[in-house]
């Protein structure tokens, strides 16, 4: 028995379904890929992250988008949602629905043991397409770490950095923005992190 092969959806196809859509869903070379729900964690740190960079970013002409925004990288045709996708300048859509960005600044992805090496790996490598991204960054939702990729002088090299720690911070440059990781981790119970219980203040005689 012959398996028959998956018909090809274009975008237009897809474009309609996601729409109308509860789930999101990615898109690339006519396949549809289901995105799989966010932890605990992940949610904590993608709005404390969210909160940093609204605040720092206010009154600046810089917007932050959240994952339901949807991001194309024209040069392959990946339609995907990252966790967080910032614009310094005008944001610049494929139609007059504005649900498709094409011009982030930034991208920040929070990983999972799910995700971890696709948004390390062939994420990363289509992104880097993305002509007006300067910086990528990874963010650990199980340990205080943050990873950074920057673009090199509009090239294609990318210079490694990271912070480690509650204690540290990082900077981006492009959009002149702080994180600091006491405040994108604040409330985040990691999973080997034992629970701590609030000192009671009544006294027993």
């Known amino acids: 028995m ?8 274009t975008e237009a196809m897809y474009l309609e379904l996601e729409r109308n859509s509860i789930d999101k869903h990615e898109y690339y070379a006519g396949e549809i890929y289901a995105m799989t729900g966010a932890s605990e964690q992940h949610n904590l740190i993608a709005m404390n992250l969210g909160a940093s ?10 917007r932050v988008y959240p994952s339901d925004m949807r991001v194309k990288v024209l040069q392959t ?3 995907t949602y990252p966790d967080l996708a910032v614009v310094c300048g005008t944001s610049q859509f494929t139609e ?3 649900d498709t960005l094409i011009n982030p600044t930034v991208i920040i992805e929070i990983l999972s043991p799910s995700t971890e090496r696709y948004d ?9 397409g993305i002509e007006t991204l300067q910086e990528y960054i990874l963010v650990a939702q199980d340990e205080h770490h943050i990873e ?4 090199q002088d509009h090239s294609n090299e990318w210079l490694f950095s990271e912070a480690v720690g509650l204690e540290a911070s990082l900077f981006v440059p492009s959009i002149k923005v702080t994180l ?3 405040d994108v981790y604040e409330q985040v119970l990691l999973p080997d992190a034992p629970l701590k219980l609030p000192h009671s ?3 027993v005689e």
């Open 201 to 203: 203040t009544t006294e």
């Open 120 to 128: 390390r790996g062939m994420k990363f490598q289509h992104y880097r």
């Open 2 to 9: 012959t398996a028959h092969p998956k018909p090809y959806i």
């Open 96 to 98: 007059d629905k504005r």
């Open 148 to 151: 950074r990729f920057a673009r």
């Open 180 to 182: 600091a990781l006491s």
């Open 77 to 79: 045709g990946l339609n």
């Open 53 to 62: 960079l609204h605040s720092q970013l206010r009154g600046r002409p810089c």
